[in-house]
């Protein structure tokens, strides 16, 4: 196979069925709202939007596809309860911290399946929770007390080991692991977004093909937005821009993208389907930096994620086809029986990363809002956000967002070219030290 013969399309947005079409916005024009960025953010927060102020002009623009983007591109888990780390097990205030995220981790996930109920939007949706397993055992330490800590916590989780593991996923790769549920979801992120682009209330005004490429704070309130072909004034603005913030001068030096690629494989075969034994879906993150994110999907596809980047101008054809290589090994090391050609999709995209794993949300300036940088956790995470930042920017309040406001901001980062050496360097670490679990 020839570099050029690896086509960046995501494999869920191909599936997922075809998308509305939207225009492009040009010109002059004005808005009570506006709302940077088609993705889950964007999405929830112009929904929201439309329902607490009805009267009013409310315009979503994306600078390519609504719905295609990161939010059509990551891997489908709906975190609604996260792995608590050694730090967070060990000290009353680590384990306050741990409730505290959690809190809004759980309403994340509670909000994903909330929306796919009353909009009756067809995802997929697995509410059985997913796998954090790995093949070396000295790579996943205190499992016993990270089982204990999350149940205690009110969550749900098992230990598996490899007999446990091998029933459940029908491959013999991995030896240790844990179960976690209690909200914990797999879903198809491309036909979810659809469906919340689909159901988007009459009175939001959808705009493709349009990038923002400067915003002006107003000093009476709001923004003036420049666009490529025009400009727009809106008294009310809300960035859901992600890993791309600072190509608006938002949060520059705070968050930072992390390239990811995946593959996603044809249907499993008669054959192949015996020699799994003819398991349930499943999904499977590794509890290692740099080790791989595995799915076998409700259509029987699996998908392959083993790379994590700091390449901020993105990853070209050529490097793409490098990392469907890398996506070849990571199944043939799983599933040996698998043809090579058994891919069928390979894709980019960009996750928004934070040092210290904090998000975005507040108020940038009067009238001007943000919530963005999920570090993973952006399909449920940035449904709930989006929904909540529009409910702050329109002056309400409630607990959740209050803790979201409460929450750290993201710390400092160097910018230019030492920073790209040191994230090149350490993403580089991280994935040989976890070179086994690829």
Request: charged share 20%; proline share 5%.
């Amino acid at each position: 196979m020839t570099d050029a013969a690896v086509a960046d399309r995501s494999g869920w947005v191909a599936l997922a069925g075809t998308y509305k079409n939207f225009p492009a916005l040009a010109g002059a024009s004005k808005a009570d709202w506006l709302v940077i960025g088609g993705g889950f953010t964007g999405l929830a927060a112009a929904r929201r939007l439309a329902e607490l102020h009805p009267n009013h002009r409310i315009v979503l623009i994306d600078r390519k596809r609504l719905g295609q983007g990161a939010s059509g591109r990551n891997s489908g888990f709906a975190v609604s309860r996260e792995m608590p780390g050694p730090s967070e097990l060990e000290k009353p205030a680590g384990r306050a911290a741990y409730l505290a995220q959690a809190a809004i981790h759980q309403a994340a996930g509670a909000e994903v399946k909330r929306l796919i109920d009353e909009l009756r939007i067809d995802c997929d949706y697995d509410p059985n929770g997913y796998i954090f397993a790995v093949h070396e055992r000295d790579k996943f330490k205190a499992l016993e007390e990270r089982v204990n800590a999350i149940n205690d916590l009110g969550g749900e989780a098992k230990l598996l080991d490899a007999a446990a593991l091998r029933s459940r996923l029908g491959i013999a790769f991995y030896n240790h692991g844990l179960w976690i549920g209690g909200g914990n979801a797999l879903l198809q992120p491309a036909r979810f977004a659809k469906g919340l682009i689909d159901a988007l209330p009459a009175t939001v005004e959808c705009y493709e093909n349009t990038e923002a490429v400067k915003i002006t704070h107003e000093p009476g309130g709001g923004a003036t937005v420049s666009l490529r072909d025009g400009h727009i004034r809106a008294a009310r603005v809300i960035i859901g821009l992600n890993a791309f913030m600072p190509r608006l001068g938002v949060k520059r030096g705070r968050v930072f993208p992390i390239s990811l690629t995946a593959s996603l494989t044809r249907p499993l075969t008669p054959a192949e389907e015996e020699a799994i034994g003819h398991a349930g879906p499943w999904g499977g993150l590794c509890p290692i930096e740099g080790g791989a994110t595995v799915r076998l999907t409700n259509d029987r596809r699996i998908l392959m994620r083993n790379t994590a980047e700091y390449e901020p101008d993105g990853i070209s054809q050529a490097m793409l086809a490098k990392r469907r290589a890398w996506h070849e090994m990571g199944l043939r090391h799983r599933f040996p029986f698998l043809a090579k050609d058994a891919i069928e999709f390979t894709w980019s995209g960009h996750m928004c990363a934070s040092r210290n794993w904090s998000f975005v949300f507040e108020e940038l300036s009067h009238g001007v809002f943000a919530a963005g940088c999920y570090n993973g956790a952006g399909l449920a995470r940035g449904t709930l956000l989006g929904r909540l930042i529009a409910e702050h920017a329109s002056g309400e309040t409630s607990p959740l967002i209050e803790n979201a406001l409460a929450r750290e901001k993201p710390s400092w980062v160097p910018t230019g070219p030492l920073f790209t050496l040191i994230a090149k360097i350490r993403l580089a670490h991280e994935l040989q030290a976890a070179k086994s679990e690829h």
